[in-house]
């Protein structure tokens, strides 16, 4: 039989039955239940396209005689209609955006933004895949809402599925579109989202930018006051920035073609003591090291010596810890069977920080470095489903003067079942300069061409949002708040506006970052070589902002003004979509 990656670097078994199986189930099991005829098993509502099978139409792979229903076949030719989705159906839609190798969010199926990769982290989807896709999550706050004055009553409603109780998706990239409706509402809501997509024109295909252009239309019969808002966190450090290193700093700004508000940060100097190496392991035994088990071998292994499908697992030296590779058998098997722990001698915690490289499996207290005091972890970390190492630190300055342990673990078997580490050093610095870290730059969020009444907020208050946000509006235009790293920081923007009964608004906003510190063997971002920061983004957008919005729909357009099906079209589109 063959060999399938099972995501660890190495390779895991296949089924090995004789008689071959499919999905579990013994080849002869599933003709069986084939030929029992495929309608049966069908719920009442939907087409059969083929069959019934009998068991002899299987003696060849592909049988001859496919039997597809006629009428089936005729639906394939049909125009038909945009597919639009609706209910439980969006809880899963995600249509990428951001330019291409720009970093990738996607698009909710009730508009919000979810999964931001674009703090060049490492990301794994884990389980996750097409039949099985992860559920939407954000790592920072954002979103948008309106807020609602009609007839003496006020309601705020976030643009999302809590806002409204009917919410349509039509997915066409690369461009999305989301209506808003709700009996309770006086208004509706449309919103197209894409970031630009021009054949033939990488540089403009390629800007780390989303653009969220909201139409609100009064379907009432009474005049409605409109405030329609937008908020976004200071993520910038968002995984690097430690307490007492630095502060983000939000400012807003206003010039003729947009209202900004730019989000960065600032590192601190702080003094430094000399840094101790507490261990290298580069050495042949674990000397110092209380070793149990078997997952680590007789010592740190020589990185020449690792397997090569683990690839360059990173890190100083010569040697590292690897208990996939140091574990007898591992380095010529499939399988990580192996277990153990390696606990340091004790020492007494003098630096603020303790850093370390570490890389594996992601099972917290079963592939990780424990950090012990009286017996008792009071820090952990794991690996991230990577042979590759991360430089990581411990933060250590409430611990100072303690007696410790430092404990590698490996006591998970199968999938991931392993742990790398290297150098460990005790040091007042956090693993390198902020300003260094993968996540350090900027990001911003700008609403395009602001009128005289739009409003901004570079600090909002601690509270429920988007209520809180509301509560806090003032014309805080030029102003600038600083929150220490560790606290959250979130700014607004609001177009405010009056709608007559059948009356329409609209406001155009951009969602702009610029993380360049990107280390690929064969470069970094390409968008850092065009600007300096995410406000240079935003302002070219906004210059350019009527040129790039035809452009990328005269491209959708294009495309679907045709006479080929819409799935058709859907489908083969959905290719395209990959390069983002």
């Not at 917290?364 to 820090?379: D, H, M, Q, S």
């Not at 920081?489 to 059948?502: K, Q, S, Y």
């Not at 040129?547 to 859907?570: E, G, K, V």
Request: proline share 6%.
């Amino acid at each position: 039989m063959g060999k399938r990656s099972n995501g660890t670097g190495h390779m895991a078994d296949r089924c090995e039955c004789d008689s071959g199986c499919i999905g579990g189930i013994e080849r002869r099991d599933f003709i069986k239940t084939v030929a029992l005829g495929a309608a049966g098993a069908l719920v009442p509502t939907q087409v059969v396209m083929a069959g019934p099978f009998q068991a002899s139409d299987f003696e060849k792979l592909v049988p001859a005689d496919k039997k597809l229903d006629p009428k089936w076949v005729a639906a394939l030719f049909a125009r038909g209609s945009r597919e639009v989705y609706r209910g439980a159906e969006l809880e899963k839609i995600g249509m990428p955006v951001g330019g291409l190798c720009a970093g990738q969010l996607y698009l909710g199926g009730d508009g919000k933004l979810w999964h931001w990769d674009v703090f060049n982290q490492i990301l794994h989807t884990g389980a996750g895949h097409y039949a099985n896709p992860p559920k939407p999550s954000s790592p920072l706050q954002q979103g948008f809402a309106l807020r609602l004055a009609a007839g003496g009553r006020t309601q705020v409603r976030p643009l999302d599925a809590s806002g409204f109780a009917d919410i349509a998706f039509c997915g066409e990239y690369p461009i999305g579109y989301v209506e808003y409706r709700d009996p309770a509402s006086p208004v509706a809501v449309t919103l197209e989202a894409f970031s630009p997509f021009i054949p033939l024109d990488v540089d403009n295909s390629s800007l780390p930018a989303i653009v969220l252009c909201f139409t609100v239309t009064n379907t009432s019969g009474q005049k409605v006051e409109v405030d329609l808002g937008g908020w976004l966190e200071n993520a910038v450090s968002l995984h690097s920035g430690m307490p007492g290193f630095g502060v983000r700093r939000n400012c807003t700004l206003r010039s003729p073609r947009m209202l900004l508000l730019d989000c960065s940060a600032t590192p601190l100097e702080i003094a430094a003591r000399e840094d101790i190496v507490f261990e290298d392991f580069q050495k042949e035994t674990y000397e110092g090291w209380e070793v149990t088990g078997t997952a680590f071998g007789r010592g740190p292994i020589l990185k020449a010596q690792i397997p090569h499908y683990q690839g360059d697992v990173g890190g100083p030296g010569l040697r590292v810890v690897n208990s996939h590779a140091s574990a007898p058998g591992n380095s010529v098997g499939e399988k990580d069977n192996h277990t153990g722990t390696l606990t340091s001698r004790p020492f007494v915690i003098s630096r603020r920080f303790i850093t370390f490289w570490i890389g594996g499996g992601r099972h917290p207290g079963k592939t990780c470095l424990n950090l012990l005091v009286e017996g008792k972890v009071v820090r952990t970390a794991t690996g991230h489903n990577s042979n590759q190492m991360r430089h990581e630190t411990f933060d250590v300055r409430e611990l100072e003067g303690k007696t410790a342990q430092l404990q590698i673990v490996d006591n998970q078997t199968g999938h991931w079942g392993n742990i790398g580490i290297g150098q460990l050093v005790f040091t007042d610095r956090p693993a390198g300069k902020l300003s260094e870290q993968p996540d350090f730059g900027t990001m911003c969020l700008a609403l395009l061409e602001p009128a005289p009444s739009d409003l901004a907020v570079a600090a909002l208050p601690g509270g429920n949002l988007p209520e809180i946000l509301f509560l806090a509006l003032g014309n805080h235009v030029e102003s600038v708040e600083h929150r220490p790293l560790g606290q959250k920081l979130l700014g607004a923007l609001v177009r405010r506006f009056t709608l007559e009964p059948g009356a329409s608004g609209t406001a155009a906003f951009v969602v702009a970052w610029h993380f360049p510190n990107l280390r690929l063997k064969d470069g970094g971002r390409f968008y850092a070589n065009r600007f300096a920061a995410a406000s240079r983004v935003a302002g070219y957008v906004a210059e350019n902002f009527h040129d790039l919005a035809r452009q990328t729909r005269l491209w959708h357009d294009t495309w679907y003004d045709s006479t080929l099906p819409y799935w058709f079209l859907n489908r083969t589109f959905a290719n395209t979509s990959t390069l983002a």
